[in-house]
Every structure is written in C-alpha cells, then in structure tokens.
C-alpha cells in the first residue's frame, strides 16, 4: 500500500514537472502567426517612427486637402503637461460641401503608442479615399494624436498613468466606482520594486497566470482586468479621477462640430487585439436593434465581434461611447478598429500581451534592474503595438483602405 502511494506521488511530481517545463518552453518560444503576404511599398510610406514626424505628415496632408475642398479647417489643440510644451491632439475637419446630413469622426491614438498605426491609416485615408468620397452630404472630421504624451513616449497611458479609453465620462460616479474583481488580482498586475525580466517571477509568469485562469475562468479574468479601475493610479487600466486633459479639450470641437450633422459615425483606431494580421471590428456592445443593423449595412460582408466569442469584453469609460453621450440628440453610429498584432485571442498570446504590460508600467514606475531589461521592455511594448514587420504594416494598410472605401459607400446610405 505504501509503495503504491509512493510511486502515485512520485508520478504525480512527474506529471506537474513536465506541465511545468512544456507551458514554461512554449510561453517562452511563443510567436504569433507571421504575415505572409508581401509588403507592397506604396503602404509603407505612410508609417513613420516618432510622434513629430507623424504629426508633420498629418499637417501636410491636411493641407493638401485644403485646397481641393471648400471651407476646410486645420487646427490643433495644445495638451498641458508637466514634461513637454509640444504636446498637441491636430485636427482636421472637411465640412459637408453642400447640405450637412452625415459626419465621419476618424480618430487616432486614444491609447498614444497605438498612434504609429492610427496616423498611418488617418494618412492613406486623407491621400487616397477622401477625394474619391462623395463629400456633398458628409462631413469628414480626422482628430490625430488623441494622447500625444502616450504617443511620444509610446505608453499606451496618458502622463498621469491614465488610460484614455478608460476616463471617457461626463458623470462622475464613473471614478467612484469600485472593480472588485481587479482588487483581487491587484499583486500580480502590478508588482512593486525594480523590474528584472531574470526575476523567477518573471520567469514563470505564465505558471501565475494560469493558476489565475484556472481559480477564476479567462472570461472573468479578462472582464476585471481589462474593464478599467479607478482605485489605483499606478496600476495597470486606470481610468482617472477626472477627465484628463485630453477628453477635456476635444469635448466642446467635438460638440461644435457634429452640431450640424443628424448622423455622426465615429472610427476609432486601435492595435494590439486580436488575431495577428487581421483588422477587428470590436464595437462595445450594442442593444438598439436599428443601429445594430444599420452597423451591419456599413460593413457588410465583415465579421463583427459583437461580443458572443469567448475573447469579448467590455469597457467603463470608452472614447467612442462618449462621443454618443455628449450629442445626445444626434442619431450616433460608434465603431472600434483594432489591428491584432500579438494573437492575443489565445491563451499564450493574452497572457504574453498582459506581461509586456505589467512589466512595461512596473519599469515606469519603480525602474529596470538593468539597461539591458529597460531596452527589451521597451521594445517589446512597442513591438506589440506598432509591429516592425514590413509584411504586417502593408496588410494593414490594405485592410483599412479596403474597409474604409467600402464602409464610406454604405455609410453614405444611412438615414436616421
Ligand atoms: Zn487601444
């Protein structure tokens, strides 16, 4: 009997090794899928590598644009900040050129390090489709650098560790309200001291995580951690006290400028969900049975994730909802594009997506035990927003040309 019981446990042992050396050897050999379809050169020049020059090709354009339509607008907004007097959300705005029936919203960089994209999508977008539109009934609105701070130093957060996507309200119950589920998970995500990626910690991340998975199920880890918080400003996904700089200064542009328009349809532009290669349509969820159609008609022939997949969460304090509640009376269409880039709908790739984060705001906040880990950190963070693959940012461009173009045609059908 003895034997028995010793040889049970000595297997049980084995058992728990070998689970631990295979997840510990695929979590550190993970790679998202590749993109194999070659860079096509005419998509690439559209990206740029630092905030000024994105910013500087935006204005180009805009102006550009000024002298094919009437009664365009170019403007910018100055971000207060305590680091950096050069901090601006640019805009430029297209009015309907006959009657003011419909107005696009196309905005970048809510999460700042995600604006490398979103200007390259803004910039093919004002290049090339813009005077292919049919602009007499609509109006065209292109807001670039929502987070200018988050996109110069490529955090995904605003200078104070705020989470744009997060601080979106006009009520300020939003800011009291308590995420319990994220208290409880409050350690792992946001580790104190100097960050060292040698750390056993570290190390074995993804043993943490999922024993966390197992303990709570992905579908309620995913909701508490990436819902957002408001109990702890350096953590990760903290929406704020107040609306933020940011929020505040586009609120009375965006109100002055949808004033007009019956319709207004917002594409915000994000990257880092999903599949890698693959432009999601990630709206938050939807009730109302007409837009929800109406949403359908506008990208037909496109798969939306209306929240029915296992990967779907939702958000407290978005961009895009926020724009609907401050034109209450405007009939308002909001849509979210993400560019995947680190398949983070599976298992290792969320729980990879989630560690570049952790350890990206620990080494923010409480400093890197070496050069060496603050280089890794930071390249990967920005990596898993902004891909330095060739091949990922020509299909990316591709995808949104093809979405955009054919998304304007249906849009331009919409009616109240
Ligand atoms: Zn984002």
Redesign the pocket.
Request: glycine residues 8%; proline residues 0%.
């Given at each position: 009997m003895k034997k028995t019981l010793k040889i049970i446990s000595i297997l049980l042992v084995l058992i728990i090794l070998c689970a631990l050396v295979v997840t510990t050897y695929q979590y550190n050999t993970f790679t998202p899928v590749a993109v194999i379809q070659d860079a096509d050169s005419k998509n690439l020049v559209y990206f740029q590598n630092s905030y000024e020059e994105c910013r500087k090709n935006f204005i180009l354009l805009a102006d550009k644009i000024n002298k094919r339509f009437e009664k365009v607008t170019i403007s910018k907004l100055n971000i207060e900040s305590k680091k950096d007097p050069d901090l601006t959300i640019n805009y430029c705005y297209v009015p309907a050129q006959k009657k003011f029936k419909r107005l696009l919203i196309l905005s970048s960089a809510?999460?700042g390090i995600?604006g490398y994209v979103g200007s390259a999508v803004q910039q093919m977008f004002m290049e090339e489709l813009l005077e292919k539109m049919n602009l007499s009934e609509m109006g065209v609105l292109l807001i670039h650098g929502m987070n200018p701070y988050g996109f110069k130093y490529k955090r995904?957060v605003s200078e104070n560790n705020v989470d744009l996507?997060r601080n979106c309200s006009n009520d300020s119950k939003l800011y009291k309200s308590i995420n319990a589920g994220y208290s409880n998970l409050y350690t792992m995500l946001n580790p104190k001291g100097e960050v060292s990626l040698k750390s056993i910690k570290n190390m074995f991340f993804q043993i943490n995580a999922i024993q966390k998975i197992i303990q709570y199920s992905m579908g309620t880890l995913r909701q508490a951690i990436l819902q957002g918080q408001y109990q702890y400003p350096e953590g990760l996904y903290f929406g704020g006290n107040e609306l933020e700089p940011s929020i505040k200064a586009i609120t009375p542009v965006l109100k002055q400028i949808t004033e007009n328009y019956g319709i207004v349809f917002n594409i915000?532009?994000?990257?880092?969900?999903g599949a890698r290669g693959t432009l999601h349509l990630f709206p938050n969820p939807i009730e109302d049975k007409k837009l929800k159609n109406d949403i359908e008609t506008i990208f037909s022939g496109k798969h939306i994730d209306w929240g029915d997949g296992d990967n779907f969460y939702t958000v407290t304090g978005d961009f895009t909802s926020y724009i609907g509640r401050i034109i209450p009376k405007k009939y308002y269409i909001p849509m979210?594009f993400?560019f995947g880039t680190l398949d983070s709908q599976t298992t290792m790739g969320s729980i990879k997506s989630l560690h570049n984060m952790i350890v990206e705001n620990q080494g923010f906040h409480h400093n890197y035990k070496t050069k060496k880990d603050e280089i890794k950190i930071n390249k990967d963070i920005l990596e898993m927003?902004y891909p330095t693959s060739e091949n990922w940012k020509s299909k990316a461009i591709e995808d949104a040309r093809i979405i955009l173009s054919k998304s304007m045609k249906q849009f331009s059908s919409i009616e109240r």
């Open positions: 809510v999460h995600e995904r996507n915000d532009l994000h990257t880092g969900y979210v993400e927003y």
